[in-house]
């Protein structure tokens, strides 16, 4: 049975991705990879407005890392806006610093303040 560990939808005019959590509150690391690498570019196609809520998302690679990148270059081609929340655990943490995506993607505390931050933009046209 393929289960799939994300979780799309609208909020506000702004298309979401999150993921599914188990009962300590974490997604699982290969399924949350495998999307990235595989389904992330395809699935949010056309979205001008995009929150990716790592909540519970441990860890991630370069598979997951170079597939956000290439839709942070695609909205800022579209005039899109893209915004990360849930950027908490340690681990992931340090990967943004070490990698300085943490410069790159604008990251927010809550989900609210990133779906604000990215519908700002495109309000103010």
């Known amino acids: ?3 799939s560990p994300v979780v799309q939808q609208e909020e506000n005019g702004v298309h979401i991705v999150s993921f599914q ?5 974490q997604a699982n690391a290969d399924l949350v ?26 860890s991630l690679n370069s598979a997951s890392l170079g597939p956000l990148v290439q ?8 005039d ?6 849930g950027v908490t655990s340690p681990a992931l943490k340090e990967i943004f610093a070490l990698t300085r995506f943490d410069k790159v993607f604008p ?3 809550t989900r609210a303040e990133a779906i604000a931050a990215v519908r700002g933009p495109a309000n103010a046209k």
């Open 33 to 58: 990879l495998t999307y990235f690498a595989n389904e992330f570019l395809p699935g949010t196609a056309g979205h001008r407005r995009l929150v990716i809520d790592l909540t519970g998302v441990l």
């Open 80 to 85: 899109g806006h893209l915004a990360l929340t």
């Open 107 to 109: 990251i927010y505390a």
């Open 21 to 25: 959590h188990d009962q300590q509150g």
């Open 71 to 78: 839709k942070l270059r695609e909205m800022h081609d579209l």
């Open 1 to 3: 049975m393929n289960v």
